[in-house]
């Protein structure tokens, strides 16, 4: 059994450490209130942008997941969260001859640039323009010529309960279709904590991974699903209004590179994971859930 770090342990990382500690491992998780965890993780107070407050760092990790997220979306709380925090904890993990097997960075398909639908996996080109996405490929490159062994794993979208925008938007009457082809591509938040204690259990790793489910799809398409879903009428189509595209939204993600290394998901496409928080949430009819959206946090 291994020592596990989880710097950063949120909406993802405490469902990792939960899991990983159910299987025998000692998992340790770090925010700046740790308050919250769940029992089976033993709580590290720290900063991970101010390198003196990690002197309460554990000893002997063996395995660390590094999932911090940027606390606004600009430059500098980008770049304090993906550049300075990963540098910070590896120059405190290199001084403490720290005997880290495996470091995981989780980064994110926002490293990406195409936008015309192609198909993308690990070997396409990385070319990002935002200031996100070009922190995030920063880091990247920060952990994989650092000291220790690195992984870096890059997400798609991730939904799960608590997170379920479309269906939210769908519920409440404010979702619209518009024209051309825009695709999304999704993963469930607990198979993104099932691929990261997978790949933590295997050897041979490749020094990246594109974590994304089975099956990129057209937005108009899963508006239309999740529609017939909850019994509610087909989005209307807004040809006046410019879709409020976000990044990475016309982009396909192939997830072969991870499926050959054994992994499974439990909701393989956004039909099993939509079609679990419905139904987990009874959400068959208008009347049943009335038709009010409930606040979104942002995706990971």
Not at 271 to 278: A, F, K, N, P, Q
Request: proline share 6%.
């Amino acid at each position: 059994m291994s020592r596990v770090l989880i710097a950063g342990c949120g909406y993802v990382g405490t469902v990792l450490g939960a899991q990983l500690a159910r299987q025998g491992h000692e998992v340790f998780g770090l925010r700046r209130d740790p308050n919250g965890l769940p029992g089976a993780i033993q709580p590290v107070a720290a900063d991970l942008t101010c390198r003196s407050s990690l002197g309460s760092l554990p000893h002997n990790v063996q395995t660390l997941f590094y999932m911090a997220g940027a606390g606004a979306h600009t430059p500098g709380a980008y770049h304090a969260a993906y550049v300075d925090g990963p540098a910070n904890l590896l120059e405190v993990l290199r001084e403490r001859q720290q005997p880290v097997g495996r470091f995981f960075f989780v980064s994110s398909t926002g490293v990406y640039r195409q936008e015309d639908g192609q198909w993308v996996d690990e070997s396409s080109p990385t070319s990002a323009v935002h200031f996100a996405g070009r922190c995030l490929l920063a880091g990247e490159q920060r952990v994989l010529e650092g000291p220790f062994p690195a992984t870096v794993v890059r997400f798609s979208g991730i939904y799960g309960p608590g997170r379920c925008r479309i269906i939210d938007a769908v519920r409440a009457g404010e979702a619209r279709r518009y024209p051309g082809r825009r695709y999304l591509n999704h993963i469930h938040r607990d198979d993104a904590a099932g691929v990261l204690a997978h790949l933590m259990g295997r050897t041979g790793l490749a020094d990246r991974y594109l974590a994304t489910d089975d099956e990129p799809v057209e937005r108009s398409e899963a508006l239309d699903w999740v529609a017939h879903r909850l019994d509610l009428p087909r989005p209307p189509l807004d040809r006046n209004t410019a879709e409020a595209g976000g990044r990475g939204v016309n982009r396909r993600y192939r997830n072969r590179r991870l499926r050959e290394t054994g992994f499974s998901f439990q909701f393989p496409t956004y039909r099993e994971g939509y079609g679990d928080l419905i139904t987990r949430r009874g959400c068959h009819s208008r009347k049943n859930e009335g038709n009010r959206a409930r606040p979104q946090r942002p995706v990971e």
